[in-house]
């Protein structure tokens, strides 16, 4: 079977569309125990754990962890030896992301009651943040600039980055982009143990705040385990794209739009809602057409056949409510007068509206982060932005006055909840001058 | 002992601050298997599992889910039955707190560029959020109010409030504070079953998106199993106050803000930092002799003992650095011109500027929220609040003409990164009419 079609009029559709989107996350033991001994090791012996894994896991040994920095020198070195096409286009991607997020960037903010008490928010960024980047294939330079420019948006002074060299081997495309996304220090060092190492720090690294950055599933294993001694972004689980068609976008596009997806890896999920069986025809036919010629085919063809759908819907205020229902990574609205049926759109991490807006534009270079929440979780959780970089502080200065009337409410609440300390701390304030007892 | 004394001039002063700060967090292999337990029971069985697990830990026999829910009529009669004075303090607190959470409230932004694509951040509300509000001495009404407010400011339409009623008892003040927050339907179900029905949904419950709100370990432990088929707030460790104090302040009152934390609990810290020993004195001698007056003395006493320190500083200075090391939960700075002090302050959950302002007055009634980040976590994170109830959609609209020269950006970066799908996905769109190919 290429892929599955799908009618929302058959008996079944609710179920079998249920049993399409399920996807196993249960966490592997063995996994989690090795990650467990390995951060646990990096934590009691800090640079000597992380030398001794390194030397294990990407057979490169270094007489301490201070010969694993990769210096800037190297990054502007390879960003020198880019071809000028991918380095204007690394330039003018990161250029774009920062212009958008910068729409992003939250600012301190208060206000003064009549009694002179002053209520706010203080934003302040996070100190220090690290980066992970995966090594070998899956190491997207244009992953880099999507956590990095964030971070720097938000302000964060001091942005770690860290990246296995297997058997010394650096991805010059990575260490350029980080040259470009403006990261401040880089690593060789990957694992478990450099998400230990960025969680507690060692002698030579200084722990961070927040750990972002996708990772295999040691990776994942480590940042889940060392969340509450740091911040963590989300644990991606397989990339999805759910494209709504009116059917008279090009079938060839939309085909090549689900295969965009499917190219990621086996796992990953491509569904196309349409009120027009013939148009899903039109598709069938031109991923049939166009599949041989795809470098990466195999992936393709075992992600759509095992988790892809055609799928014939009733009309597109239909397909909304099932969007919503999915809540999708990445939804492209691909019909006339798309801003109507986005309206209709509650949930998912990225809309893409118009015929014009491939999910490929926003992966790139179109300004939004390409990190999104999948698995469903756009119903509770947002894209990578800049207010993952920021927090918040709460700023109560309550005025002589003000300390009148609040202290009366506190202390009636306090005692009703049996904090008697609680209502005294506010009672000493009552009728009070600011001279010491 | 009743309270340590440290200066930071001593020899091992950061190492004994660390030790003082140190909690242990690690989680009971016990309560994590029976939480497994339950949950998987009431994702299996639904309705069942919880009549089961309600009579089991709650003495409490229903025929059916839908009988344990607690009408709206029985929270109106307990809201009319408030004595008047408890009442207003409630319906005050409400309505400040109402006015400070609308300022977070975040609007859908978009700006269009020269070519006409159009990109831009969309925010929804989440459809369903689960409210934990714990049973017996520790179900605090104000609580109530600190979860549901930021809930339905962010425009939750349903907002589903679970509480265990141990042998039928129900809290009169918690409902009449559900009543006041707005909260939608309450249950009387707790514990790890009633957020196993939350997060999946039984029979009689529709699942939510996000479960917030505190509760003992064992509901702890399900909301952390939980987190990814729904969001969830922080786990809160113990409560802290960090208290930054010139000198100039009452001892009484800097003492009774001491106790006002350490009365929550034996795990609760309370840290006071002056540049002035003699003022130390003051409140170590006020802390002797106010403590036997408090009704939670015992607590108060242990509190201290373990956990609170009077530590001498060199300098208002020093003392702002040190705050930023722990990262407090609440951050009294009780001084003249506090301004001054809390423009150096990086990282705290609240920051409480001047002597009026205790911080038993942000805990009930000033406005911001009590629920705040702790055990250092305030370094990346924040308060509760609406944007812990909203999401954001990236909006990417790329005109034809966007797409010429964002296409050939996108392209040159998936050609670098292998990725030839999403490379033909953009070139797709170059130099096109719109007409079906």
Same mark, same amino acid.
């Given at each position: 079977m290429l892929i599955t079609r799908l009618s929302t009029l058959s008996d079944n559709f609710a179920r079998t569309l249920r049993a %399409?989107?399920?996807?196993?996350?249960?966490?592997?033991?063995?996994?989690?125990?090795?990650?467990?001994?390995?951060?646990? *090791?990096?934590?009691?012996? &800090?640079?000597?754990?992380?030398?001794?894994?390194?030397?294990r896991f990407d057979r490169v040994s270094a007489p301490s962890v201070a010969a694993l920095e990769i210096e800037r020198g190297e990054w502007l070195a390879a960003l020198d030896a880019l071809p000028t096409d991918q380095r204007k286009a690394l330039e003018t991607a990161a250029e774009r992301v920062r212009t958008y997020h910068a729409h992003q960037r939250a600012e301190t903010?208060?206000?003064?009651?009549?009694?002179?008490?002053?209520?706010?928010?203080?934003?302040?960024?996070?100190d220090r943040v690290g980066l992970y980047v995966p090594g070998g294939k899956a190491a997207y330079p244009s992953s880099v600039l999507m956590n990095a420019i964030p971070a720097k948006v938000a302000g964060v002074p001091e942005v770690i980055?860290?990246?296995?060299?297997?058997?010394?081997?650096?991805?010059?495309?990575?260490?350029?982009?980080?040259?470009?996304?403006?990261?401040?220090?880089?690593?060789?060092?990957?694992?478990?143990?450099?998400?230990?190492? %960025?969680?507690?720090?060692?002698?030579?690294l200084s722990p961070v705040d927040k750990i972002v950055g996708?990772?295999?599933?040691?990776?994942?294993?480590?940042?889940?385990?060392?969340?509450?001694?740091? &911040?963590?972004?989300?644990?991606?689980?397989?990339?999805?794209?759910?494209?709504?068609?009116?059917?008279?976008?090009?079938?060839?596009?939309?085909?090549?739009?689900? =295969?965009?997806?499917?190219?990621?890896?086996?796992?990953?999920?491509?569904?196309? %809602?349409c009120p027009d069986a013939g148009y899903l025809d039109e598709v069938e036919a031109a991923i049939t057409r166009l599949l041989p010629s795809m470098p990466r085919a195999d992936i393709i063809r075992s992600s759509l056949a095992n988790r892809g759908a055609l799928i014939?819907?009733?009309?597109?205020?239909?397909?909304?409510?099932?969007?919503?229902?999915?809540?999708?990574? *990445?939804?492209?609205?691909?019909?006339?007068?798309?801003?109507?049926?986005?309206?209709?759109?509650? *949930?998912?991490?990225?809309? =893409?509206?118009?015929?014009?807006?491939?999910?490929?534009?926003?992966?790139?270079?179109?300004?939004p982060n390409h990190v999104l929440p999948t698995s469903r979780t756009a119903r509770f959780s947002s894209p990578l932005g800049v207010y993952d970089f920021q927090k918040r502080s709460s700023l109560i200065h309550v005025s002589q006055a003000g300390a009148q009337t609040l202290g009366r409410v506190a202390a009636t609440l306090a005692y009703g909840e049996g904090l008697q300390a609680h209502a005294a701390s506010a009672e000493y304030r009552l009728n009070s001058t600011e001279s010491k007892s």
């Open positions: %399409l989107l399920a996807f196993d996350a249960s966490q592997d033991e063995s996994i989690e125990r090795a990650t467990a001994d390995i951060l646990r *090791h990096v934590q009691e012996q &800090g640079d000597q754990a992380v030398l001794d894994y390194t030397k903010w208060t206000y003064t009651e009549a009694d002179g008490t002053v209520l706010g928010q203080k934003i302040t960024p996070l980055m860290v990246t296995p060299t297997p058997d010394g081997i650096r991805n010059p495309m990575v260490l350029a982009a980080a040259a470009i996304g403006g990261v401040d220090r880089v690593w060789g060092i990957g694992g478990a143990q450099a998400v230990g190492a %960025l969680a507690y720090g060692t002698q030579t996708p990772g295999n599933a040691y990776v994942a294993a480590a940042k889940r385990r060392v969340f509450g001694t740091v &911040g963590i972004d989300m644990i991606a689980g397989p990339s999805e794209i759910l494209i709504i068609c009116d059917g008279t976008t090009p079938a060839d596009w939309i085909a090549m739009d689900l =295969f965009s997806q499917a190219e990621h890896d086996e796992l990953a999920q491509s569904i196309l %809602l014939l819907v009733q009309s597109l205020d239909e397909a909304c409510a099932i969007a919503n229902d999915i809540a999708p990574e *990445h939804l492209e609205i691909s019909t006339e007068n798309p801003d109507t049926w986005a309206e209709k759109i509650r *949930h998912a991490g990225a809309i =893409f509206l118009g015929r014009y807006s491939s999910e490929a534009l926003g992966d790139y270079c179109a300004g």
